[in-house]
């Protein structure tokens, strides 16, 4: 399965070139991983928050063609990698049917000193769910 | 050569976890570019979107370490790569003797319209002072 | 008539103290006028920059009570003052019963240029339709 | 006394108009805020978190010319008011001789839990340091 995150781009979101400003774009994708985990996961981000967090320890992006505003935006998500305290995530963002970025993350789960935790069973299950059959370059 | 920018991590780049939010570093990525073009190129991004921009095209950040408000960064870049319209750069930022993060982008010349452009021979000079040693792997 | 935007507090919104970071409100505000003009006025923000803008030229905010990671605020607008350019706002943003913040606004329709422009007769009408019988103070 | 700021206007504050998009001015008043508490009070916003908070409880703010990419401005601040638990603080933005906005703010000193506290003693007596002759309309 594919969790399919709406975003349209709004006024906040571009620069003087029109273009989406890209530090935007980790926003969202922020937005879409809090969402993935609240709507699809059963474990909000308000909940992980009250435990320790789940911070990003890496990203990468390439943005193959700019987005304006007013353009209608569907990130993509599946889930790459389960590792005991991680997750691999990677995000596709289509408008239309030409692709705007590519990314890919990897978040650990973390306790309130920043100890990585193992992952909850059953949020390995749920995620279990979004595994992509992406062959990881990892 | 390296470009040093100081950035003083403020109330405002910070979570409720107490550390920054992660696409913070990525506008703080992009002021450091800003500085480096306009103070060290002569070629600052206001002359810049005159003409064109200088959109980044892709990204990629490891973040080894959580910073907390009132932490002192130094974000260090070198360029690594000057093609025909891009220029690839890396980064660290670290706080005292420990790395916060290190990042690595490819940013791309154009005109208005989208076009890559040639990079002007006295902006390829400039970044040719800043180029590392960096063996890439691009 | 009244529009309602509803607005979930994210991860994004807040800061070090769990609180929403007071500037997050008003890109919420400036999210939910967006969204005014272009579900209920037929006037979008992406067609008004084709032609001028429509800045924010002055606004006020009262914060009565905080917002936290997880809340659910509906944000309510009404139209106060329909000018020859600018046009009057009130918002009030409530969770449960409990009332966030009160804020207004007053924004100016103006030309590429930066000129004040009359109000479309289109557009005047709309706004009419939201009018709130708020007894200004202006 | 008059605490001053200097804010360059970077590529990152600018919307598609090419003019600052109003709620990055308030993050600029909140960086003012900060520097002051912690330049010229003695009191840092790392320090107040420790023990609670100083959130902005009203705030409004008249944008009467517009800001551009690579103007620099001179964020000038003055304390109109010293109340028990609460702060009032008024901005004048310059950019050469032409006034940008002007804003007004208070602000409130809590313990963790929300609750007003007394201003301490020594900030009090550093606040009259910055007191303006403003006829406070309050």
Known sequence: MT???P?????KHCDPA????????FEMINDC???FFGQE???SFVDIHKFGGIPTAEISAKFSAPSRHGDRLEIRLKCTK???????????AICGD????????????VSKEGKPQRLPT?????????????VSDE
């Open 3 to 5: 969790f399919v995150f």
């Open 7 to 11: 975003q349209d781009i709004l006024f």
């Open 18 to 25: 029109g273009i989406v400003f890209f530090p935007r774009y």
């Open 33 to 35: 991983v809090e969402a």
């Open 41 to 43: 996961l059963g474990c």
């Open 82 to 92: 389960i590792g005991n305290a991680s997750v691999g995530l990677v995000f596709d």
């Open 98 to 109: 030409e692709l705007r970025f590519a990314a890919k993350s990897a978040l650990v789960f």
């Open 122 to 134: 059953a949020l390995r299950a749920a995620l279990e769910t979004f595994r992509g059959d992406v």
